[in-house]
């Protein structure tokens, strides 16, 4: 059964790093990619970047470029979203999604809902 999870989420002040996680279960993150979304309050879900099953990453955000850094742990089944220089704005319930589908900006910043298997978020916000 495809699981995941993310973690690591919390409160922080603005200029403040998070490190977020994403723990996967009933794959192997070299068959499939996955990617990394937020909702912010009131906004809709935004695709933030995807990591192909080779671990290579694509940033989509223009949000994020810049201030994030992504990767993967595949021995521990895990990948990871470092933020850093964190704003008001990233405050968000930040949600990691996977499927068998190359990493294509089409799928994975534009028609996102549809990816096959999504986690359960976890809430960051950044404090002014």
């Known amino acids: 059964d495809v699981q995941l999870q993310a973690s690591g989420g919390g409160l922080v002040q603005a200029g403040e790093s998070l490190r977020l996680s994403c723990a996967v279960s009933g794959f192997s993150l070299n068959d499939r990619s996955i990617g990394w979304f937020r909702q912010a309050p009131g906004k809709e879900t935004e695709g933030l970047l995807c990591?192909?099953?080779?671990?290579?990453?694509?940033y989509y955000a223009d949000s994020v470029k810049g201030r994030s850094v992504a990767g993967r742990d595949a021995a521990k089944n895990t990948v990871y979203l470092q933020m850093n220089s964190l704003k008001p704005e990233d405050t968000a319930v930040y949600y990691c999604a996977t499927d068998p589908s190359t990493c294509t900006r089409s799928r994975w910043y534009g028609d996102f809902r549809i990816l096959e298997r999504w986690g359960q978020g976890t809430q960051v916000t950044v404090s002014s």
């Open positions: 990591i192909d099953a080779s671990g290579g990453v694509t």
